[in-house]
């Protein structure tokens, strides 16, 4: 079983930053995939940053040159050092792992609570 706590979503004004923390744990081999998602009201859920244990990243277009996604392995934590804020990226953001639960086993995923980050004048 694996436990993700997010922390750091909030209001800001257009042009602001937040930064998003998630930190993982409980029992597992590694997790080779840490990722943000996001959805905004009335709409899917979208991936917005992703990075694996190697610390290889992908993003959404509109985030790019906005958003930096990363993290530590030793301490199992994910972040998204999310700058210039736009009214368009408000949404419920959602942190979210993909563990291998011992080495050559099977892989499980785990989302976290989610966190809201409001961008709004």
């Known amino acids: 079983q694996v436990h993700l706590v997010e922390s750091g979503g909030g209001s800001v004004q257009p042009g602001g930053s937040l930064t998003l923390s998630c930190a993982a744990s409980g029992s597992f081999f590694s997790i080779p995939d840490m990722s943000w998602y996001r959805q905004a009201r009335g709409k899917q859920r979208e991936l917005v940053a992703q990075?694996?244990?190697?610390?290889?990243?992908s993003s959404l277009d509109s985030v790019q040159g906005r958003f930096t996604i990363s993290r530590d392995n030793a301490k199992n934590t994910v972040t998204l050092k999310m700058n210039s804020l736009k009214p368009e990226d408000s949404a419920v953001y959602y942190c979210?792992?993909?563990?291998?639960?011992?080495?050559?086993?099977?892989?499980?995923?785990?989302w976290g609570q989610g966190t809201q980050v409001t961008v709004s004048s």
């Open positions: 979210y792992v993909v563990v291998l639960v011992s080495r050559g086993g099977i892989s499980l995923q785990y």
């Open positions: 990075i694996t244990s190697s610390g290889s990243t």
